[in-house]
């Protein structure tokens, strides 16, 4: 079955105009709270923005770079991820936030799949801008801005190819 949604699992350059029900993004989160992380720190935070919240929406979608902009409209809910610079029980740098958030997003990406609803993660935003749009504290961080929803079945936009096992995957040394 986890094969079945890795294998499904793709970044739509296109949505369909239908909208996400709040139970289905709400096991979306609760999915993404479930994701393991450094000392159970959980450093990842949610800003999500629906069509029907327009405010949150509009201020996640200005933070984006002009080429996401052409699509990203598209989508039903924009999410701004933002993560924790610091730990919470001592104040020093924690080092594995962002890659804790990106666990708790790649939860967050099967449960969708499972819901046959699709992300695209955008790196092309601007972090200064989502910082004074929701007044983010520095010692947070904005990572990604995702767009979330249906996939159009119109888009026939392919994914980049994938690298091979071979090219990623080492024994004895690093290679490149």
Do not use: C
């Not at 970044?11 to 479930?34: G, N, T």
């Not at 962002?98 to 666990?103: A, I, K, M």
């Amino acid at each position: 079955m986890i094969d079945e949604l890795i294998e499904k699992r793709f970044s739509p350059y296109s949505f369909s105009d239908k909208e996400i029900a709040k139970e289905d993004l709400l096991k979306l989160f609760d999915a993404a709270r479930k994701s393991p992380s450094s000392y159970n720190e959980q450093p990842w935070r949610f800003i999500v923005g629906t069509k029907a919240n327009k405010e949150t929406y509009n201020k996640i979608y200005d933070t984006l770079v002009e080429g996401n902009k052409e699509w990203a409209d598209q989508a039903s809910v924009l999410i701004l991820t933002v993560a924790a610079n610091e730990f919470s029980k001592n104040g020093k740098k924690n080092h594995h936030s962002e890659y804790d958030l990106g666990q708790s997003v790649a939860f967050l990406t099967l449960q969708a799949t499972e819901l046959d609803i699709y992300l695209h993660q955008m790196a092309g935003f601007s972090r200064e801008k989502a910082k004074e749009n929701f007044n983010i504290p520095n010692y947070f961080t904005p990572i990604t801005v995702i767009a979330l929803g249906f996939k159009n079945d119109e888009d026939k936009k392919p994914e980049k190819s994938r690298k091979l096992i071979n090219e990623l995957v080492f024994e004895n040394s690093f290679r490149k």
